[in-house]
């Protein structure tokens, strides 16, 4: 018996949408999930000992490789963890060696054929044949590939945003902004503002025309 087809079984009868359903993820995953548990095992049996001792270490090792290389080559079925922690571990299949690999691979056929039959009385199985869907590593890549130019652009705007204020202050020549002033002083030829304010294009026409206000007024009643 081999329990990680009973899980494997739960996705290809049940979520027949998913792409970690479909027959490429849960062939190959599988089959790649057995090889590497197997492959992994042979090599804790180097030291019979070691093994004896820290077959749980070489169950995590192989589950964590085989979910690895499923990921690289987007073939992720969840069940195929469990395929390589069994190959790792279960003194029976461990016992078999080699042999496990072509009783998966016919138990993953198998299970495909009646997940076929079955499921396309009521609905479409598989959705896909070559899951199309990037899945592990690859849908990571893709993500980050999304991410990168929105935070880049994001910099662009906030880079654009510091060197139009930087502008704009170099422009203002009858403007001084003054460190550690807290108000704005108004003159007929000068403004005078603290240092730490960031000024927008409709905020300097404002002070402009008070500006000019103030100047009108003092050269009408000169």
């Given at each position: 018996m081999i329990a990680?087809?009973?899980?494997?079984?739960?996705?290809?009868?049940?979520?027949?949408r998913s792409p970690l359903a479909q027959p490429r993820n849960m062939v190959i995953g599988q089959t790649v999930s057995a090889i590497i548990g197997v492959s992994i095992a042979k090599l804790f049996q180097l030291s019979p000992t070691l093994f004896?001792?820290?077959?749980?270490?070489?169950?995590?090792?192989?589950c964590a490789c085989a979910s690895w290389i499923m990921s690289v080559t987007n073939t992720v079925h969840p069940p195929g963890g469990a395929t390589a922690v069994l190959a790792s571990t279960e003194a029976q299949i461990v016992a078999l060696g080699w042999m496990f690999v072509p009783f998966i691979l016919l138990g993953s056929v198998l299970m495909l054929a009646v997940a076929l039959l079955f499921n396309n009385t009521l609905r479409q199985y598989p959705e896909y044949w070559w899951t199309p869907a990037d899945v592990g590593h690859k849908l990571r890549a893709v993500r980050r590939a999304k991410t990168e130019p929105e935070a880049e652009n994001g910099l662009e705007k906030k880079t654009s945003s510091t060197e139009s204020e930087r502008t704009l202050r170099q422009e203002l020549d009858n403007i001084d902004f003054v460190e550690g002033l807290e108000d704005i002083h108004i003159l007929a030829y000068r403004i005078r503002m603290p240092s730490h304010l960031d000024l927008t294009q409709d905020e300097v026409t404002l002070l402009e025309k008070l500006q000019e206000r103030i100047r009108t007024h003092g050269e009408v009643g000169g």
């Amino acid at each position: 018996m081999i329990a990680s087809l009973g899980a494997g079984a739960v996705l290809d009868y049940n979520a027949v949408r998913s792409p970690l359903a479909q027959p490429r993820n849960m062939v190959i995953g599988q089959t790649v999930s057995a090889i590497i548990g197997v492959s992994i095992a042979k090599l804790f049996q180097l030291s019979p000992t070691l093994f004896a001792n820290y077959a749980w270490l070489a169950g995590a090792f192989g589950c964590a490789c085989a979910s690895w290389i499923m990921s690289v080559t987007n073939t992720v079925h969840p069940p195929g963890g469990a395929t390589a922690v069994l190959a790792s571990t279960e003194a029976q299949i461990v016992a078999l060696g080699w042999m496990f690999v072509p009783f998966i691979l016919l138990g993953s056929v198998l299970m495909l054929a009646v997940a076929l039959l079955f499921n396309n009385t009521l609905r479409q199985y598989p959705e896909y044949w070559w899951t199309p869907a990037d899945v592990g590593h690859k849908l990571r890549a893709v993500r980050r590939a999304k991410t990168e130019p929105e935070a880049e652009n994001g910099l662009e705007k906030k880079t654009s945003s510091t060197e139009s204020e930087r502008t704009l202050r170099q422009e203002l020549d009858n403007i001084d902004f003054v460190e550690g002033l807290e108000d704005i002083h108004i003159l007929a030829y000068r403004i005078r503002m603290p240092s730490h304010l960031d000024l927008t294009q409709d905020e300097v026409t404002l002070l402009e025309k008070l500006q000019e206000r103030i100047r009108t007024h003092g050269e009408v009643g000169g």
